[in-house]
């Protein structure tokens, strides 16, 4: 019996390991720390079964281009565990993967997991650095010391050939200010990766009353450290093509995360995981959420589904496409509503050009419109809203009735 009800021929995978050496501060997203922790190591092998399990579920005609194993901390599972997983994906897809991600912390990266990863075709190691300094990292709850040892041993392993590995940076950490930053950068920089993600700090709920009372920088001071690490990055050859994504060259881009930001089809496996199916000629689309609970999942859970209309699958490309450096894919736009997105929102898109933060040739910011993507989205979906009876979200349904 299949897992999800789709049509398509095609998706991404992704599977979710919920399981961490540790609690960070910041991170709002489901994970289960194993330290001190007999009965959530214990979930472990479990809960590679269950993956193995659904995978074997997942529907037989579906091609995936592209493959992403995140969380948590995949690495925590240790070399055997990874390797059967990724087995478990190649016996799965009808044929091999253009891509293939596992991430990582530096803490828990050894050997006997690289080559796991290698001797199964992973082509990146994505590495959750955020910070070399200890100071930074202690307050923000990182444990494991100097992430020097990890990525000596993965620039040795994943320097060369196909394979690759990417460095996630963070910037507005607490205790973190420009020298801070600007040594990150370089010592990021001194292991030569192919591809760096730089994300400013969000904190909501739990996580922000848990480091409000460290030395965070105040918002000015934030935003102002973020375009500086942008500016380092630029300066050393390393081409943004999202807004927190920057590759040395341009088949180095993160193929995985580009089907995100062009809304393509993604299948998801695990605890908290999410689906995202589109029915490209309807313009309409399916969402499948298994519950953030990893015992739930082992137990066979089922996912929670939720239809996204026109409307809604609408406001989500855009979201999600103004993030890309190519903004939304406009062969996809066109068929998935039937007229290209100047039809939608012409006035957003011709005051933004205006001003020179909109390409003029392509609806997609510039470098400098980027910095003001969350401003740009609002006035998007305010023109989607407020025009007289929804006129654009009108245009939307009717061209679909034929």
């Not at 989205?377 to 034929?402: I, M, Q, T, V, Y």
Request: with cysteine; glycine share 10%; charged share 25%.
């Amino acid at each position: 019996m299949g897992l999800f009800d789709f049509t398509g021929n095609e998706a991404s995978l992704y599977l979710h390991i919920p399981f961490c050496a540790g609690a960070c501060g910041y991170c709002d997203f489901y994970s289960l720390d194993i330290t001190g922790a007999p009965e959530t190591g214990a979930l472990l092998d479990p809960y590679a079964d269950a993956l193995e399990r659904d995978l074997e579920r997942l529907p037989e005609h579906v091609l995936i281009p592209t493959v992403d194993i995140g969380g948590g901390n995949p690495s925590v599972l240790g070399g055997p565990r990874i390797g059967r997983l990724l087995s478990a994906i190649r016996r799965t897809a009808l044929k091999h993967p253009a891509e293939i991600t596992v991430e990582a912390n530096p803490e828990s990266v050894n050997s006997a997991f690289l080559r796991a990863c290698l001797d199964n075709d992973v082509t990146r190691i994505s590495i959750g650095v955020q910070t070399f300094h200890g100071p930074a990292r202690s307050a923000a709850g990182r444990t494991g010391g100097d992430p020097g040892r990890g990525l000596a041993l993965l620039q040795e392993h994943f320097s060369s050939g196909n394979r690759g590995f990417s460095i996630d940076l963070m910037t507005g950490l607490p205790l973190q200010g420009r020298e801070v930053l600007a040594r990150d950068i370089a010592q990021a920089l001194s292991y030569r990766p192919d591809h760096i993600s730089l994300y400013a700090l969000t904190l909501e709920g739990e996580a922000r009353r848990g480091l409000l009372e460290t030395a965070l920088p105040d918002p000015d001071e934030a935003d102002e450290l973020w375009i500086r690490g942008r500016d380092g990055l630029r300066a050393a050859g390393y081409g943004q093509y999202e807004a927190s994504n920057f590759a040395s060259a341009p088949d180095k881009r993160s193929r995985h995360n580009i089907r995100y930001w062009r809304m393509e089809s993604w299948i998801g496996l695990g605890a908290a995981a999410s689906s995202t199916l589109i029915d490209e000629d309807a313009g309409t689309g399916r969402r499948f959420t298994f519950p953030p609970d990893a015992a739930a999942y082992i137990q066979g859970a089922p996912p929670e589904q939720e239809v996204i209309d026109r409307a809604s699958l609408l406001k989500e490309s855009i979201l999600m496409g103004f993030r890309y450096q190519e903004g939304p894919s406009q062969t996809l736009f066109r068929r998935r509503f039937g007229a290209d997105i100047h039809s939608f929102i012409p006035r957003t898109l011709e005051a933004w050009q205006e001003k020179g933060l909109l390409y003029a040739e392509k609806p997609a910011l510039t470098p400098g419109g980027m910095l003001f993507l969350n401003r740009f989205l609002r006035g998007a979906f305010a023109e989607l809203d407020s025009s007289p009876g929804n006129d654009s979200l009108k245009r939307l349904h009717e061209a679909h009735k034929s």
